[in-house]
């Protein structure tokens, strides 16, 4: 059988025992398809049985070399495969899949023994729990910054807090005035806080002093977004910002 890739053809035999007996993979053969050296494949066969607190040399048998010295290889059921071959690279990992489809098309049974099973089983919902632990952790993340976005004191302009968004002053703007938080009277120079948001504790309205260019004073008020506004904002406006962003 030729390889893909111009990979030398692999003429020491997948399958130990009769067809009684469960499908294996030689760890020559592993090698021969990871393109890895077998003394290299052997030494990450017996880390990964030492770490399963498993005996390797349950999975031992002898082959004769070119010049006919006596050499040790392993024969590894197809979840200890995959196991052991789920830390090398994607690429090598679809070769090593590739052909487990091929052996098990040649109408061998792939049989796996109860305590086989089990292993394969318990190694799915060890992966399954470590990608929830690590959406979990993300998830903890947001929301202890949320927290403290909560907890802060102070209101922020809102071209502050579309920079602490992470998106342009303008968006967060229109998108305040589009769903009901701004708006401006006629004539006005300035936007004002729906009652609504102010009474909830989103916006505040806050009067400042501007010094003109004539030295006069003007006073002025200028709505504001709580840390509450901002916390709220993060969970609304947020997703779209990234994609505002992202379009940039």
Known sequence: ????????????????????????????EIAELCEKRHPDVRRDIKAMMSGLGDDVSRFAHTYQD????????????KDLTLTLVAGYNVVLRKRIIDRWLELEGQGVPAMLTGPQLMA???????????????????????????????????????????????????????????????????????????????????????????????????????VRVTPRGLEKLAKLVFPAAKLIGGAQ
Not at 1 to 28: D, F, Q, V, W
Not at 66 to 77: D, K
């Open 66 to 77: 070119a010049a006919g010295r006596q050499q040790e290889e392993y024969c590894l059921p």
């Open 120 to 222: 394969a089983a318990l190694i799915e919902a060890d992966a399954t729990m470590k990608a929830q632990a690590a959406q979990i952790e993300a998830m903890q993340e947001d929301v202890e910054a949320l927290d403290r976005i909560a907890k802060a004191d102070g209101s922020l302009c809102i071209t502050d807090a579309a920079k602490a968004l992470q998106m342009r002053p303008k968006d967060l703007f229109g998108w305040l005035r589009e769903n009901g938080w701004i708006y401006k009277r006629p004539g006005a120079a300035h936007d004002l806080g729906y009652q609504s948001k102010t009474a909830s504790g989103l916006l505040e309205h806050k009067v400042t002093t501007v010094l003109r260019a004539d030295g006069s004073e003007k006073v002025t008020e200028q």
């Open 1 to 28: 059988m030729k390889m893909e890739h111009n990979r030398p053809e692999i003429k020491m035999p997948a399958i130990i025992g009769g067809m009684n007996e469960p499908l294996t993979m030689s760890s020559r």
